[in-house]
């Protein structure tokens, strides 16, 4: 019999590590600086610092194998700084992470991805990474490279000195590997970039690939997202064994306190419910350290089986619908968008928000009318890039019917058009498929979820598209009339040898027929940009844009269906809370009296509101015109 | 309901004229003028046995003008232009030719650019509508089809034919040889005579299988005319097989495959026309033709070789559905007068099989005169329809 040995967990991940996204040298070199910043935008925010960022991709040389490039990357932010003690364990070993199932929505979880990065590095350059790393209370910068020792999974701290940083703080990663470099497509640093750049609207980015210029994204929002904290966990998002686990920590509590402390969503009301849903109340007042596995299995099965509020929004961070909507324009010219942001659910026991967002690019070719929609994946924040088919919100877009929205689509298939999709899924616990983060898992709940998201986005989308083809249509009856008109008289005139009087007359007759047939069209068309206008000024309203009179009243209608969906949810656009709670508040109030009386109360609340973040807003305003400066 | 037998005794210059003056005047006052037409189609369609042929209803298209029909009554009065300079001029042209000269047109001069048509379908579409409106046909605008089928074979038929200059061309169907006669789309005005007593004439839907009976001495042997329609008979063979009728009054005898297609599509266009050609019938029609085979019976009586329908093609899945629709809707197979055909068409759907004309040829490889034999053993025992 052969001899057993044990590993550790560096020496599978070095063997293994086209599992976390190194299985091709392209892939290397994206999934490296997905890490790099993906650790440097969580770092900054955990410190409610804004982010600025510098990223550099330059080919320094041959690889060390004959289809490799010698890439260097570097990643440069101005967050917290590592405090040196740390430095080793935060690139050198595997499982150190500081997020590790403490269900927060962070970018990063596991604290595999970086520590692989400094792994490829070594493996194929021999050197791992190169860190300069400053807290604020350090006078100089650490620097020093960083290698894994495999056997042991640790870091190793070499070349270690104290240098002069301009600096308060921050830190630099320099990454020479072996790699190839992709800039655009699906698998791109640039489409990589172009959705970090989507859904982080308060984060600045300088960037330099390769031998283009230097490229800066200014922010668009002064707000650092703040990660809400972890809840107490929600009954429904437990298995049997995590509530077993989780009653053990409470030690001799009776029960009736247990759920009530030890859960969210655990009112007075929902005990009653538990009782009548069958849980013995002689349980209730019983000690959890009395309680044998059945009468776990049967309390547990009580509390699956009553319903109770979903759980509570303040461990889901989301975008949100003006971050969405300023940090789109940031992308390029856009002839028209679409935001959603949806109310957290469950999904597969664990709270989801799903935000999507629709655009339609005015500099790209309208040759893609033919060509599939550009679709940009979340999860967490974080651009998901490869094997698109097996995705949750790959499938969810193919399974909506496009085609009544007014866009080309073929059966199950992503539909046509110069858009780009955006979606993004965030939640606590997001169901990876592999421990790459590369797709999320597709169950037939998040599935649904997305897909009604979507569908949300897909109706305020279809209203431009609508008010396009009126327009059209006019516009093609108003050519008939010119076209065809003249020619049907003269036609009538040559066959009856009639005179240029009558001729000119039958014109006149002509004309006064067909401009009635146009009213028609004229005044389908101007329902259409009425509808149009609601959401314009709606998203007008988002961006900061001060608003005609006329527009305001037309965005209070918006206000009133977006209040329904938009609930309570935590978010960035918790900066503009005074605006947009009290726009809420009147919204629902006024939902059951005239539309009128709501439009009123509501210009009142958004005029409030867009006093207060004009400040913040108006600056960016002017520099969303530029899709992007370069230097 | 009486049936509307057509007798043309119009000026259609003069009707046209009429009709534009009053879609001038009407745009003068700011109306809508408005096109009217036969509704030619089978839900209009009328069959009355003694008549013998399809008659129009009372239904009419309305083509009220307004911004969707600018177009189509732009291309219209464009077109009945056309027709009209060439009824003056006594020029004559085909629909092909039409849509290229209407093309010509419209691409050399700016102002007639926006009636360009894409294809030929568009432009023979307003040439039906100009005809429906008018209830003429197509060849008294001096439009005429392509020649396709009617190719004809006999030894004793003379066919007198008066042309256009008042002149007259007799030929002499003898003296062709294997050469057939093939009749003009205007049979009317041929007068024909028998050389000697003709006894049938048969009509043959494949026009390979006539050609085939013909040089095996068919027409040697037997006085009588033969036709080949080759496939659905055009104006020029309906026409002339109306004509023989008409004029020779002796029996017709149609021979073709047996299948719901032949039936519905070859045979019964030829006996009474089509819903398309609603006003046309009256003269393109041959009401007196009877169907000689292939019979279900015939299979039996001659082991003839026939093989299943397949459901899965879809011409032969398509035969199928229209077979069982005609059954319930077209007034031709709904006349008790038919019943026999229908009863051929009920064994169609029930056996889903069918057999070709050509089969009889199989029937005695040895003997190349067998197809005559059972041709004129089915006529001499009356089995036929």
Redesign the interface.
């Known amino acids: 019999m052969s001899k057993i040995t044990s590993s550790s967990t560096a020496e599978y991940f070095a063997k293994n590590l086209q599992q976390v996204g190194f299985s091709s040298p392209t892939k290397a070199v994206l999934t490296t600086l997905k890490e790099a910043v993906d650790n440097a935008l969580d770092a900054c925010e955990e410190a409610s610092i804004t982010p600025e960022l510098l990223v550099t991709v330059n080919r320094v040389g041959k690889g060390s194998t004959k289809t490799a490039d010698l890439i260097e990357i570097v990643v440069e932010d101005n967050g917290p700084g590592i405090d040196p003690d740390d430095l080793a364990k935060v690139f050198g070993e595997y499982l150190a992470s500081s997020k590790f199932g403490r269900g927060q929505c962070s970018r990063g979880q596991q604290g595999i991805g970086i520590s692989a990065a400094t792994t490829w590095a070594q493996l194929t350059n021999a050197a791992g990474v190169r860190v300069i790393s400053k807290t604020a209370k350090m006078r100089k910068a650490l620097q020093a490279q960083v290698d894994v020792d495999i056997k042991g999974n640790r870091g190793l701290l070499k070349h270690k000195e104290m240098i002069d940083w301009d600096r308060d703080h921050g830190t630099r990663v320099e990454f020479v590997i072996d790699g190839r470099v992709q800039l655009n497509g699906d698998g791109g640093i640039i489409t990589y970039l172009d959705g970090t750049t989507l859904v982080n609207p308060h984060m600045t980015l300088k960037y330099k690939l390769m031998d283009a210029d230097w490229v800066e994204v200014k922010r668009v929002s002064d707000e650092v997202p703040h990660i809400p904290a972890a809840t107490m966990p929600h009954p429904h998002t437990m298995k049997l064994g995590e509530f077993m686990t989780h009653a053990h920590l409470y030690g001799k509590m009776n029960l009736d306190k247990f759920l009530r402390k030890g859960f969210s969503r655990v009112s007075d009301s929902s005990i009653t419910d538990f009782v009548k849903n069958g849980l013995p109340k002689s349980l209730l007042n019983s000690s959890l350290a009395k309680f044998k596995e059945t009468e776990f299995k049967q309390v547990f099965q009580v509390l699956q089986a009553t319903e109770l509020t979903n759980p509570s929004t303040r461990s889901v961070l989301t975008v949100g619908e003006e971050g969405l909507s300023k940090s789109i324009h940031r992308l390029g010219n856009i002839d028209f968008f679409s935001v959603v942001t949806r109310r957290p659910r469950i999904c597969d026991f664990k709270p989801v928000v799903v935000e999507v967002a629709i655009a339609r690019f005015l500099n790209r070719p309208s040759d893609q009318e033919d060509t599939t929609i550009q679709l940009l994946r979340f999860a967490n924040r974080v651009p998901l890039q490869f094997d698109k088919a097996a995705c949750a919100i790959t499938q969810a877009v193919e399974s909506v019917n496009w085609r009544s929205y007014g866009l080309q689509q073929a059966k199950n298939s992503l539909p046509n058009g110069p858009y780009v999709f955006a979606i993004s899924v965030t939640s606590p616990f997001i169901k990876f498929k592999n421990a790459s983060k590369e797709t999320i898992d597709a169950s037939e709940e998040l599935v649904e979820e997305i897909r009604r998201a979507l569908m949300q986005a897909g109706q305020k989308l279809s209203r431009h598209i609508k008010r396009e083809h009126k327009a059209a249509d006019l516009e093609r009856?108003l050519q008939?009339?010119e076209?065809?008109?003249?020619?049907?008289?003269?036609?009538?005139?040559?066959?009856?040898g009639?005179s240029s009087k009558?001729k000119v007359?039958?014109?006149?007759?002509?004309k006064?027929?067909?401009g009635r047939?146009?009213e028609l069209?004229e005044s389908e068309l101007a329902q259409a940009e009425e509808r149009l206008q609601v959401l314009k000024a709606k998203q007008r309203a988002r961006l900061g844009v001060e608003d005609e009179e006329g527009d305001a009243n037309l965005e209070s209608e918006e206000d009133l269906s977006r209040s329904e969906e938009s609930g309570e949810q935590l978010s960035l656009d918790e900066s503009l809370a005074p605006a947009t709670t009290k726009k809420r508040a009147t919204g629902k109030k006024a939902s059951t009296k005239k539309t009128a009386q709501a439009a009123t109360t509501t210009k009142k609340a958004a005029d409030a509101g867009t006093t207060t973040k004009k400040a913040a807003t108006k600056k960016t305003t002017a520099k969303e015109a530029e899709p992007r400066k370069k230097k | 309901m009486k049936a509307k037998i057509r007798e043309f005794s119009r000026d259609i210059d003069k009707e046209?004229?009429t009709l534009?003056?009053k879609?001038?005047g009407?745009?003068?006052?700011?109306?809508?003028p408005v096109l009217e037409a036969t509704k030619c189609s089978l839900d209009n369609s009328f069959y009355n046995p003694r008549v013998g042929f399809l008659t129009p209803g009372d239904k009419r298209v309305r083509t009220e003008?307004?911004?969707?029909s600018?177009?189509k009554?732009?291309r219209t009065?464009?077109m009945?232009?056309i027709l009209?300079n060439n009824l003056k001029t006594g020029a004559v042209n085909t629909k092909r030719e039409l849509y290229y000269m209407a093309k010509g047109s419209v691409k050399s001069d700016n102002?007639?650019k926006?009636?360009d048509f894409s294809d030929q379908t568009e432009s023979d579409s307003i040439i039906d509508f100009i005809c429906d409106m008018l209830e003429v046909y197509r060849e008294e605008m001096n439009c005429y089809a392509n020649d396709r089928g009617g190719q004809t074979y006999s030894k004793q038929l003379v066919v007198t034919e008066t042309l256009s200059d008042g002149s007259k061309a007799v030929v002499d169907l003898s003296t062709l040889g294997t050469t057939p006669f093939q009749p003009k789309n205007r049979p009317q005005t041929f007068r024909l005579k028998a050389k000697k007593k003709i006894d049938f004439c048969l009509v043959i839907e494949s026009e390979g299988t006539a050609n085939t009976l013909v040089s095996n001495g068919f027409t040697h042997r037997n006085n009588c005319i033969v036709v080949g329609a080759q496939g659905v008979p055009s104006n020029g063979v309906r026409g002339w097989v109306k004509t023989i009728q008409d004029q020779l009054e002796i029996p017709i005898y149609f021979f073709g495959d047996l299948d719901a297609y032949t039936l519905q599509n070859i045979y019964r266009t030829l006996k009474a026309g089509s819903a398309a050609s609603l006003i046309r019938n009256s003269d393109f029609s041959a009401p007196d033709v009877r169907f000689l085979g292939v019979l279900p019976e015939d299979v039996k009586e001659y082991d003839l070789d026939c093989y299943d329908v397949r459901e899965s093609d879809v011409t032969e899945a398509r035969a199928l559905k229209k077979a069982r629709d005609v059954l319930q809707n077209d007034p031709f197979f709904l006349a008790p007068k038919n019943k026999q055909l229908c009863k051929i068409l009920d064994w169609l759907l029930k056996e889903k099989r069918r057999c070709e004309q050509q089969a009889i040829f199989a029937v005695n490889p040895k003997d190349p005169l067998m197809p005559e034999k059972i041709i004129l053993e089915k006529i001499k025992n009356g089995s036929y329809v």
């Open positions: 009856k008939h009339i076209k065809f008109g003249p020619i049907l008289v003269s036609g009538l005139v040559n066959i009856t009639a009558r007359a039958a014109e006149e007759g002509l006064k027929l067909l047939d146009s069209a | 046209s004229k534009c003056e879609m001038l009407d745009l003068e006052k700011s109306r809508r003008l307004n911004v969707s600018v177009q009554m732009a009065v464009f009945l232009e009209l102002f007639l926006p009636l």
